[in-house]
């Protein structure tokens, strides 16, 4: 099946509709959708009004598909509008059509699903993840330790405080405004013009520039739907060139994410930062294990480096422990490429599965000598578990993904000498972050074995650590609060009350 041929009948519909338009249109869909916004009472005047909820009839990686295309192909002369139920429902109609072409147009004629759960689970998933208060303070914490804030101030212009400050200030502008400016004035801030005009560099794209990029970036082929959009990494339009500081931003959702988890792509590329960052990984880490685990019943042992011969050894970065077993817990900061996530051909993802392994494998490693007595750590015959700990989630809910990398574990396990059965007496999990806030307040509560032996059991291949719990420890998981530093995310605002509200 040709997908270009299928494809174009699409292409000359949303030609139909105007590019700023369509784009404001989008933002409300996007708002409604996200932040429960109610729609403008002037959007779908053919529908009652009690029904004008978007949620249940379109979905938000559907929309980043279409404003994809609206950039691409929208003209000057429209003679149809997203906010008429009619029009968007056919843009929509045509769009899950075309999905279910490119997952038909694969060239081997075979199709891994599998695979292709992988690939769903990084478009869909993400979009289900809190994009408020959590990993607002998360990033704070992680990029405003003193030697990751160095650089984020020589990089960027301003500390993380200030950054974070400003982005939800920006962001407050597009939650309530279809338009802002980049020449507002945001010294109440304590941020002068210069800096936000380096900031609003970073994260500004003109139209131009945006559809001469998606050009490059689209793919018509099974990858369709994946193609990457520029707006994650620019996501305010400069729409206007006669006025230039005139801003649009029709996917709230990409800023507030820009401001968090997108500041590693600012500063991945300094060459001292590598270092600092894993090491200020570590020390969050340690900080929600003492806020969720610190009191009596556990014992918390920091990374202890120790020596074989001459050899100085890393050490496991974390030791939490209670009277039930033993949680060994690496963090890693190795995130998954955007080819690794998207594509179907699996050599990235390979690469970067093999790249997990080396670091289990080294985790494995600190924990067999731990079990030799070479660390201040006492064996005691409780149960001992593995957790490798990553700043973003890799979303293991395809069986596939796992078993490639347990594949690469055992194989590295026998070049280092370290009998497999190390995975069943101290069996492994990768858990993110964010899951691991809300898992360590389980344990917190319940004790390490009754939580760890249902995590790591066989049984919960194909779900994620936190979507399992949820599932095995209902009562406990609604008692723990989604916001683990609230006091500290709070005093970030204390100064600016209005601004601190949008975040309950």
């Given at each position: 099946?040709?997908f270009?041929?299928e494809?174009?009948p699409?292409?000359n519909y949303?030609r139909?509709f105007?590019?700023l338009?369509?784009l404001?249109n989008?933002r409300q ?6 932040y429960n916004?109610?729609l403008?009472s002037?959007?779908f005047?053919?529908?009652?009004s ?6 249940g009839?379109i ?6 598909i279409?404003?994809r ?5 929208s003209s ?9 139920w009619?029009?968007?429902g ?5 769009l899950?059509h075309l999905d279910?072409?490119?997952?038909d147009s ?5 199709i891994d ?9 990084h478009r869909q ?6 994009d ?5 303070i998360r990033?704070y914490?992680?990029?405003g ?9 020589r ?5 993380m405080?200030r950054?974070?400050r ?12 279809d338009?802002?400016s980049r ?22 794209i003109t139209?131009k520039?945006l ?6 970036e689209?793919?018509?082929?099974q ?8 707006l ?7 729409y206007?060139?006669?006025?230039p500081?005139r801003?649009?931003c029709?996917?709230p959702?990409?800023?507030?994410r820009r ?6 792509y600012?500063?991945?590329?300094e ?6 960052y894993g090491n ?7 900080e929600?294990?003492n806020k969720?685990c610190?009191n009596k019943r556990?014992s918390i ?8 011969g001459?050899?100085k050894?890393h050490?496991i970065d974390?030791?939490?422990?209670d009277?039930?077993?033993h949680?060994f ?7 998954l490429?955007l080819?690794?996530k998207?594509?179907l ?6 690469e ?11 985790h494995y490693?600190?924990i067999?000598?731990?079990?030799q007595g070479f660390?201040r750590?006492?064996?005691?015959g409780?149960?001992t578990?593995?957790i ?5 989630d ?7 993904v796992?078993e490639?990398?347990?594949g ?8 280092e000498g370290?009998?497999d ?6 069996p492994?999990?990768?858990i ?7 898992l360590s307040q ?9 939580v760890m ?7 919960r291949k ?6 399992f719990a949820?599932k ?21 605002w204390?100064?600016?009350?209005n601004?601190s509200?949008?975040f309950?």
């Open positions: 099946m040709n270009y041929d494809y174009k699409f292409r949303m139909k105007s590019l338009p369509g404001l989008i869909f996007y708002l409604n959708l996200l916004k109610p403008p002037d959007y005047l053919k529908i009652p009690h029904r004008r909820d978007l949620k009839h979905f938000p990686w559907e929309l980043d279409l404003v295309e609206l950039i691409l192909n000057t002369d429209s003679s149809l509008s997203l906010s008429n009619s029009d968007l056919k843009a929509v109609n045509m899950r279910d072409v490119a997952f694969n060239p081997t004629g075979s699903a599998m695979l292709e759960l992988h690939r769903i689970a998933i993400v979009w289900q993840i809190d408020g208060a959590a990993p607002i990033a914490k992680i990029y330790y003193d030697e990751v804030n160095e650089i984020v101030i990089k960027l212009g301003m500390d405080q950054l974070i400003l982005g939800v200030a920006v962001s407050g502008v597009f939650h309530n405004r338009y802002g020449d507002q004035d945001y010294s109440f801030l304590g941020i002068n013009q210069d800096s936000s005009n380096e900031f609003f560099r970073r994260l500004l139209t520039d559809k001469e990029n998606l050009r490059h689209q793919r018509y082929d990858d369709w739907v994946y193609t990457w959009n520029p994650v990494n620019t996501p305010l339009i400069s206007d060139k006669m006025f500081e801003l649009i029709p996917v959702w990409h800023l507030q401001i968090t988890v997108g500041v590693f600012d500063l991945v590329k060459a001292d930062f590598s270092n600092p200020s990984f570590e020390q969050y880490i340690g929600v294990l969720t610190g556990f042992l920091d990374e202890e480096p120790y020596t074989i001459c050899n050894m050490g974390w030791t939490l422990s009277n039930t077993g949680v817990i690496e963090a890693k900061t190795k995130r490429r080819e690794a998207t594509k051909d699996t050599a990235t993802l390979d970067d599965l093999h790249i997990m392994a080396t670091g289990i494998v080294q490693q600190n067999h000598r731990a079990y660390t750590w006492q064996r005691d409780l149960p578990y593995a490798v700990l990553t700043l973003e890799w979303f293991f809910v395809s069986s596939v796992p490639m990398l347990r690469h574990v055992v194989r590295l396990l026998s070049e370290i009998a059965d190390i995975l069943i007496t101290t492994y999990s990768v993110s972050a964010s899951e691991f806030e809300i389980v344990i917190g509560n319940i004790g390490i074995q009754s032996e249902k995590v790591t059991h066989e049984n194909g779900l994620s650590a936190l979507p949820s095995m420890f209902p009562d406990v998981i609604s008692k723990v609060d989604p916001l683990l530093f609230r006091d500290e995310f709070d005093a970030m204390s100064d600016l009350p601004i509200k949008k309950p």
